[in-house]
T-cell receptor
Framework: NAGVTQTPKFRILKIGQSMTLQCTQD?????MYWYRQDPGMGLKLIYYSVGAGITDKGEVPNGYNVSRSTTEDFPLRLELAAPSQTSVYFCASSYSGTGNTEAFFGQGTRLTVV | QKEVEQNSGPLSVPEGAIASLNCTYS??????FFWYRQYSGKSPELIMS????GDKEDGRFTAQLNKASQYVSLLIRDSQPSDSATYLCAADDPYGQNFVFGPGTRLSVLP
């Protein structure tokens, strides 16, 4: 089983460039999440989605955008990259957002903005 | 703002000892709690989940939950060097329908 797949694994961006981090899951999960993890820190929620066509902001949404046109895909868009967006990005999915469920994580995307 | 707090460590224990990791959470509405292990440069992987007060055991791991004290812990018995990692505590946010993570505790098991 593929689970949650993220691409790319690594990327270097110049300040002001744009890019999309791809995330797809094959577990038919309704809930999907984007987290960022700075060195030595925990996971901060950027955006999440409770189903196709529905997205909501997390704790640190500024500088990012998302869309959820299908159950499987939840891309994260960086429009004008800034050094503060240098981080490791994790996509995750779960059957539900609360209760007896768990989040499954992708392998992560290590992004450096220079 | 909903928070999950952990000691950042590092926590160092000798091989074969018991490692005790602690976590507190701020939202009394949280019902589900999770311990993830994260090796350096890797993604978090779930090792334990707990939903009811008391203890839950799985092999060398025991999770403990006390909802009245808003406290979750993870005990690792017979610690091995391969247990050296960062352990993330997480709680569900029932209103936001997502998960809140603590900063993680770095565990080092010394041979």
């Amino acid at each position: 089983n593929a689970g949650v797949t993220q691409t790319p694994k690594f990327r270097i961006l110049k300040i002001g460039q744009s890019m999309t981090l791809q995330c797809t899951q094959d577990m038919n999960h309704n809930y999907m999440y984007w987290y960022r993890q700075d060195p030595g820190m925990g996971l901060k929620l950027i955006y999440y989605s409770v189903g196709a066509g529905i997205t909501d902001k997390g704790e640190v949404p500024n500088g990012y955008n998302v869309s959820r046109s299908t159950t499987e895909d939840f891309p994260l868009r960086l429009e004008l990259a800034a050094p503060s967006q240098t981080s490791v990005y994790f996509c995750a999915s779960s059957y539900s957002g609360t209760g007896n469920t768990e989040a499954f994580f992708g392998q992560g995307t290590r992004l450096t903005v220079v | 703002q909903k928070e999950v707090e952990q000691n950042s460590g590092p926590l160092s224990v000798p091989e074969g000892a018991i490692a005790s990791l602690n976590c507190t959470y701020s939202d009394r509405g949280s019902q589900s709690f999770f311990w993830y292990r994260q090796y350096s440069g890797k993604s978090p992987e779930l090792i334990m989940s707990i939903y009811s007060n008391g203890d839950k055991e799985d092999g060398r791991f025991t999770a403990q939950l006390n909802k009245a004290s808003q406290y979750v812990s993870l005990l690792i018995r017979d610690s091995q060097p391969s247990d050296s990692a960062t352990y993330l505590c997480a709680a569900d946010d029932p209103y936001g329908q997502n998960f809140v993570f603590g900063p993680g505790t770095r565990l080092s098991v010394l041979p």
